[in-house]
């Protein structure tokens, strides 16, 4: 029999469509639905997952789709679905409350609440079988003795309440920076993989902003052994599975230690982030692989998350026809169809074997470099260039006309945010002005779409625009703002960074802790909670903070380093006990350690500005452009100036600039 749609009908997110012929009854988040669980007593169950997510694919196949699995869930509880994409704020609290109760957490997401919301039990991944007993069983204890599931509640909302909250401000003491800036840097060593770069284990998230951390921490710091792990790591990803070799960008982690087995979703913040990062690492190591990764990653972002209007969607889908990772892998026979003449160097080239290296098909890892292809074919090294790039060719034509994965088509304020922060810098590092061009176009849809009579929004999907903003959308538009002025020198751009700092403090900033929240005080969630710690994206207060110190060096607005100031010594004690996961906070610190550096340009000597940027990562750079075109071109550090005579004297200066 055929399932009617059920309210996930209405919505225009495509995890909540995904779910909308599901035999469960679904109905999305909103004040009528939780109003429903209480006029019902009955309890909530909140399942929270996104579209590209691979195992919220198979607990839906496995379990939402059954008729008695829907059958149990329809009857006993209230059904919620949420993409955390859109609402990261309702997903903080039920992902706090699961890694309390169970010490991990994940997507899809399953909790479970009283009817006013406050979580009582939850998981991630559940087979179907014990799904099933679950459902039955916390049914039969709220319906029993409903006051031990309260008394659970109670204890669990203590919990979350008392996490990644910050309630007083800590005492500022910029002078223990320093010290507690080098000794976290060398407890981070310790959980460093030298050999196969990243943190040591399994799996292997790139963490693209706690290596760009390391990366300036390593050329303006002081401990240059960090400098060969960045490039050691950067290296295995761009060899790696993670990466992909045919169509450009990167998946969202391994699955394994070597970088070698992704988890074949494709998100937009990752693909940000590692454009940046690599953009960034070209300016002090002219490695040719790094401009590689980051110019196809944005190749691979126009063709396949660029929206019409210039904007970026959210993510590609892990699976395709029903399979994780189909789009991505290949069968040695179809590799022999398609390459013909070339299958024996790309094979040699990328791992390729008649066996597989992943569940008997082959992920696309970097097995030889060109130069041992030189000595195994005896050819030349000219000549293997040309072929491998014309396999790459093929294979992404006959790729291209397969069974494409699904593209989550929200375009979300923060996420584009760090698109365009992204595209800015792969602008200033390789001066292709259509980089610069398209970040503009990005932050021209955000501004003409987003923003609804001077008010921001989060999300724009199939015409609509919808939900609060939240501190990232903020925080990461700021960053842009800033960025944008970096590559451009156009004031206008600091301007609109300090009308959302502005906003910002009107809805998210808490004067007790001199932090900010993470939902604004609109918000109708049972917790209000601030984002503080650093993940796969590093945390919206962080970001901020770091917005307001760089805000307070080109403006002279001190207002802004107090705040900075305050939100780095509230954060600072925890440094020593989770550095690593405070690694946006870090480079707060370090910023903070390095001198300003002004540097007055003449108009007529605009070009050496170019040559200035792109080979320097220094973050306290300021420069601005003299109208007297006679006047010598002037560098400073604090309230010691020089004249140095040309682009590369100034290059020199500033990488050699030292923590104080």
């Not at 909250?165 to 080098?182: D, F, Q, T, W």
């Not at 050999?195 to 284990?201: L, Q, T």
């Not at 953009?279 to 490695?287: E, G």
């Not at 176009?441 to 919808?466: D, P, W």
Request: contains cysteine; charged residues 20%.
């Amino acid at each position: 029999m055929q399932n009617k749609p059920n309210s996930l009908a209405n919505e225009v997110s495509p995890y909540l469509l995904q779910h909308s012929m599901n035999p469960v009854r679904w109905y999305p988040w909103n004040d009528t639905t939780l109003s429903i669980a209480k006029e019902e007593n009955k309890m909530l169950l909140i399942s929270i997952g996104y579209s590209s997510c691979h195992w919220c694919h198979v607990m839906e196949s496995e379990s939402f789709m059954d008729p008695e699995v829907a059958e149990i869930m329809n009857r006993y509880y209230i059904c919620v679905k949420v993409d955390r994409e859109e609402r990261p704020d309702i997903d903080q609290l039920y992902m706090n409350a699961v890694q309390i109760i169970t010490r991990r957490g994940g997507w899809p997401l399953n909790c479970f609440a009283l009817p006013d919301g406050r979580p009582v039990y939850g998981g991630t991944y559940f087979p179907k079988e014990q799904w099933k007993d679950i459902l039955e069983s916390l049914h039969t204890t709220w319906d029993n003795t409903p006051s031990r599931v309260i008394e659970v509640a109670d204890e669990l909302e203590d919990g979350i309440a008392n996490s990644e909250i910050i309630h007083r401000k800590a005492p500022v003491e910029p002078s223990k920076h320093k010290e507690l800036l080098h000794a976290t840097v060398q407890s981070i060593e310790l959980l460093l993989d030298q050999k196969n770069g990243g943190i040591m284990g399994a799996p292997k998230f790139p963490m693209a902003g706690l290596l760009k951390f390391l990366l300036i921490y390593s050329t303006h710091g002081q401990n240059s052994n960090i400098d060969s792990f960045i490039h050691t790591t950067l290296d295995k990803i761009y060899r790696g599975g993670i990466h992909d070799h045919v169509g450009g960008g990167f998946f969202r982690y391994s699955v394994d230690e070597k970088w070698h087995v992704p988890h074949f979703e494709k998100m937009l913040y990752d693909n940000a982030l590692l454009i940046e990062l690599y953009a960034l690492a070209y300016r002090t190591n002219k490695n040719p692989n790094y401009r590689t990764a980051a110019t196809r990653a944005i190749t691979f972002m126009t063709e396949w998350l660029q929206s019409p209007n210039g904007a970026f969607y959210s993510a590609l889908d892990a699976d395709s026809n029903g399979i994780e990772g189909c789009f991505y892998t290949w069968g040695k026979d179809e590799i022999e169809k398609i390459l013909g003449y070339d299958t024996e160097l790309f094979c040699a080239a990328y791992g390729i074997t008649d066996t597989g290296n992943w569940n008997k098909t082959n992920v696309l890892t970097c097995c030889a470099n060109n130069k041992q292809l030189e000595f195994i074919f005896e050819i030349p090294k000219q000549e293997i260039e040309y072929r491998i790039t014309r396999c790459l060719t093929k294979l992404k034509e006959a790729r291209n006309k397969q069974s494409a994965p699904q593209v989550d088509d929200k375009i979300i304020t923060s996420w584009n945010a760090m698109a365009i922060t992204a595209l800015t810098e792969a602008y200033i590092s390789f001066n292709k002005e259509e980089y610069l061009q398209l970040a503009q176009s990005a932050v021209n849809y955000i501004e003409q779409t987003h923003f609804v009579n001077g008010e921001l929004h989060r999300i724009s999907c199939k015409g609509q625009v919808y939900t609060q903003p939240l501190l990232d959308d903020y925080a990461y538009l700021t960053q842009a703002y800033i960025a944008l002025h970096r590559a451009t020198l156009d004031t206008t751009w600091i301007n609109k960074a300090e009308n959302l700092i502005h906003a910002a403090q009107q809805h998210y900033w808490d004067s007790q802790s001199g932090m900010f929240f993470y939902t604004p005080a609109s918000s109708k969630l049972f917790i209000r909670k601030m984002e503080l710690i650093d993940g796969a994206i590093p945390s919206a207060n962080a970001v901020m903070a770091i917005n307001l110190n760089t805000l307070s060096n080109i403006t002279n607005n001190n207002n802004y380093s107090t705040m900075a100031n305050q939100m780095l010594a509230n954060i600072a004690e925890n440094f020593n006990k989770s550095g690593i996961y405070l690694y946006k906070w870090l480079e707060l610190a370090l910023q903070q350690q390095l001198s300003p550096i002004h540097i007055a340009i003449p108009k007529n000597m605009e070009k050496i500005i170019e040559e200035i940027q792109s080979n320097t990562i220094y973050p306290n750079t300021m420069i601005e452009i003299t109208e007297n075109p006679t006047s010598a071109i002037t560098l400073c550090f604090s309230n010691r100036c020089t004249n140095p005579p040309d682009s590369e004297t100034i290059i020199a200066q500033i990488n050699r600039t030292k923590v104080e």
